[in-house]
């Protein structure tokens, strides 16, 4: 920051959830305190972290930070010089206000702004002028990450998982904007800003994470650097050249404000991550089901005609989804008298019944109507973002002319969350949820289709301040109206498309308005798993693609992709042509009915990822380097990922495909076909047939997947449907899995530990059940009632269960010894007791 700022500068709030600790000292016990001096002289200063192999030099002149781990220096900041400040300044004397100005008529205006060269103080943009009113104030400071040149995050882009050089001038943008239909292979800034850049290389991941909510630009250079490793002596120092990636992040406004994540495994830095901004809020149980929009079902028939598809067709889905048209001139809180006059029947006597849950859109903007009640309480209270005269800033968005609501005021969002009362939101019910739209903010006549940056805020503070954070607090507002609707109760599900660092505590995001074509399915994969690593597990993309209608083949494939994604929806576009599941062939229908069913048979698995997703941070969706950040041929594979630490997915995105190739990574490890259950062969990259039935899903020697056994309408139609566990063989013949259960809506899990986590272990042909968590309370009467173990080597003579505080019993088998899979059959093993099966 400056010393003695001219005025005080932007430092984001709300973001960080507690003061950080130095993360790399934790397993010392120690903190920043326990940094102890080595060496100090005029002009450096050598700090060292309990031990000497972790070490940080700070020289003066010229200023620079570097990181020595063991005599090699990891990452150093300003070694090329570009720390920049521009230092805020009262406005030159000589210059008029603009109101000033259209007071007296000044006919000599444009004269007076030509002697006060006045382009630092007012940028135009065609009729719209951006008045800064204490001149220019970019930041910017650049980071050198040595012997790393594989480099990732900062989403939100539509580009490739491994991040690009920007020496062509084409730098990466963090500026969260309403982007219809967005190019692909492209570095502009599209719906949300994560500063978060990731580093990687055989043996240590690093992170930076620069924590500022203004427009934002990075550059990135990779080049060959010569590195020296430092020792106690000139004389035995030794010199090699080793890759090296500068990062040079430029804000336009605030204070630089960097945090440094050390790792140095993957995992550890999303800990560390996580420790500053969060964990994924842990989701309801049925939002991790099937989500049917678009914009828009026309009426409440509409509604249940599509709901009784579903059915009709044997297709599980658990919400559906309401855009705008539902509400009353979208005027959100309200409904659509003549299409939607009695949404609380539509809710109860319609999806209640089955389970079902219903989402509806608000938007931040707000329609200018006096007689619109939440209108007229906002303009009463002052509750609308103003423009730099100190009215409303008004904008033309969905409903014309409209005012946005000042998020960024905690005044606004507590009332904005009593807006979600059932006496305040007539026709909702609590099966009623939330999607935050439009919320970058969109302003269809503004510069960029977003808010002027002169706009004024909460505290005065102008928009280019806290542009990146406006939907994030939207989305903070609506979780915690939600959630004060139940009382503080349930958990809340809200979708938003505008998102920042630490929107993964508020629910999920999607990656916007996306086109029917190949190339958008193909671009989701790097989009999503970049989203993930950046703190954000629950994230998707629009299943079929919102813009244009998919062709069977592509609409077949994405929903085959989608089912195995964290957030899994279809949506379209007004313009589309209808796209309910059933509406493209019965062959078609069939392969997506059983995209969508194996989707449901895998919540266990996935509800057990987000457990630890809200847990310690690891995200549910994750690139293969995550698992393998050793072996160099992953770093750069992007067309296929973990789901989780088990199931390895290739999803096909391009037409008419009849084989991929798929790279098994590990060479100690074994791979098996997820559905036919036999052995892969080989180590790297592997030619797999495909058909249109399926794309390529395969599991992990070493591991325990949880299933369920058959597939309900909805999730919570599925609650008491036993579990199957899927046993996964490693080298070593040994395989563990987790499952986790709670009641799936309500914060019990969190307040009263009504909770289960058991932990399953396959070791010497013994297969056991444990309690993973003590601390635990929550019971169920559900079973195990099958267990597929893949790689047994021979069929055994007997197997038996012994049950705590039971008596041996026998268990019925079959082995198929062309695929070396021992099937137990006709289990009844409760999930929640321990257990030991001995197979002899």
Known sequence: NEKVPFKPRYEVPDVLIKEPVCLSCLHLGTNFQS???????????????????????????????????????????NSNGLLYFEHLQPAPQSRKSTSQEE??????????????????????????????????????????????????????????????????????????????????????????????????????????????????????????????????TPETSKQRVLPQTDVRWMSES??????????????????????????????????????????????????????????????????????????????????NKEKFGNPERMQKQILMKKKRKLVVILDPHIKVDPLYTIYSQAKERGYFVKDRKGKDFEGICWPGLSSYLDFTNPEVREWYADQFAFSAYKGSSEILFAWNDMNEPSVFRGVELTMQKDAVHYGKWEHREVHNLYGFYQQMATAEGLIRRSGGLERPFVLTRSFFAGSQKYGAVWTGDNKAKWQYLKISVPMLLTISMAGISFCGADVGGFIGNPEPELLVRWYQAGALQPFFRGHANMNTKRREPWLFGEENTRIIRNAIKERYSLLPYLYALFYRAHKVAEPVMRPVWVEFPKELETFGIEDEYMLGNALLVYPVTEPKVTAVNVFLPGPQEIWYDF????????????????????????????????????????????????????????????????????????????????????????????????????????????????????????????????IHDGKDQAVAFTYDAKISVLTLQKLSLNVGIDWVLHIK
């Open 254 to 335: 605030g204070i630089i404000d960097t945090f440094i994540l050390m790792g140095p495994q993957p995992f550890d830095i999303f800990k560390q991550y996580a420790e500053l901004t969060g964990t994924q809020a842990l989701p309801p149980l049925f939002s991790l089901g099937y989500h049917q929009c678009r914009w828009n079902y026309e009426d409440e028939d509409d509604v249940e005609g599509v709901d009784a598809g579903f059915d009709m067709h044997d297709i599980p889905y658990d919400v559906i989804w309401l855009d705008i048209e539902h509400t009353d001139g979208k005027r959100y809180f309200t409904w």
């Open 675 to 802: 559905r036919k259950f036999i052995r892969l062969e080989g180590h790297g990259t592997v030619k797999i047939p495909v058909t249109l039935n399926s794309i390529p899903v395969m599991q992990r020697g070493g591991t325990v997947i949880p299933l369920k056994t058959s597939v309900g309408k909805s999730t919570e139609l599925m609650v008491d449907v036993p579990y199957e566990l899927r046993v996964a063989l490693d080298t070593k013949e040994s395989a563990v899995g987790e499952l986790y259960l709670d009641d799936g809506h309500s914060f019990q899990y969190l307040h009263e530990k009504k909770f289960l986590l058991r932990k399953f272990t396959f070791h010497k042909n013994v297969f056991s059940s444990r309690c993973a968590d003590e601390n635990g309370q929550f019971h169920t009467k559900c079973v195990v009632e099958q267990i597929l173990i893949l790689g047994i080597k021979k069929q055994p003579s007997s197997v038996t269960a012994s």
């Open 103 to 232: 007071k007296e008529g000044s006919a000599n205006s444009s004269k007076q702004e030509n002697q006060d060269d006045l382009g630092l103080w007012e940028e135009k943009f065609g009729k719209f002028s951006d008045i800064k009113a204490n001149g220019p104030s970019s930041i910017g400071l650049d980071f050198s990450l040595h012997g790393f040149e594989h480099v990732y995050g900062i989403p939100q882009h539509a580009e490739t998982l491994l991040l690009k050089n920007t020496s062509d001038g084409d730098v990466y943008r963090l500026y969260n904007l309403d982007v219809f239909g967005y190019k692909v292979h492209s570095k502009m800034g599209i719906y949300g800003a994560v500063p978060l850049l990731l580093a990687h290389k055989p043996g240590r991941t690093a992170g930076i994470f620069w924590l500022n909510s203004s427009e934002t630009l990075v550059e990135i250079a990779t080049k060959a650097a010569m590195e020296v490793l430092s020792s106690r």
């Open 35 to 77: 940094l102890t001096v080595l060496q100090k002289d005029a002009d450096k200063l050598v700090l060292t972290c309990a031990d000497e192999d972790q070490q940080l030099h700070v020289t003066a002149n010229p200023f620079q930070i570097q990181f020595v781990c063991k005599g090699e220096i990891v990452w150093s900041t």
